[in-house]
């Protein structure tokens, strides 16, 4: 996959997630269930899909325990800390955070209203 691809795709299947982090598949699905942080879209086929966000939190992951040598629980607490520090989940859409596209909605919609007035 080139970058091409990966910058036009919203989500990738696990075999793609994997190639794209060269971890193996069940490593992924492993650190799905110690880490809240990796959360795939599930289909009607119950098959995964992964967004950009996802595939940067599992290099993260993996970054920690093979380069800095961590263990899950030390990647695990890093991983808490750094979400906490401002690191927050953005919209893939958008590169806004969750927080900001749902505080500028609000302001859409007060400004709608005030308009109708």
């Known amino acids: ?3 091409e691809e990966l910058q036009s795709k919203e989500y990738f299947t696990i ?4 190639k794209l982090c060269s971890v193996p598949e069940y490593t992924i699905r492993y650190w799905e269930k110690t880490f ?3 959360r795939p879209i599930r289909k009607e086929s119950k098959h995964r899909r992964y967004t950009k966000a996802d ?3 599992i290099l993260k992951i993996k970054e920690l325990t093979q380069r800095h040598k961590m263990t ?4 695990k607490k890093h ?3 750094y979400m906490a520090l401002g690191a927050k989940p953005k919209d893939s ?3 806004y955070t969750v927080k900001d596209v749902n505080f500028l909605k609000e302001i ?3 400004l709608s209203q005030i308009i109708k007035e």
């Open 15 to 18: 075999g793609e997630a994997a």
């Open 72 to 75: 899950l629980e030390g990647a």
């Open 79 to 81: 991983l808490s800390r």
């Open 36 to 38: 809240n942080l990796i």
């Open 55 to 57: 595939i940067n939190t």
């Open 1 to 3: 996959m080139n970058i």
């Open 108 to 110: 859409k919609e007060t």
């Open 93 to 95: 859409k958008t590169g």
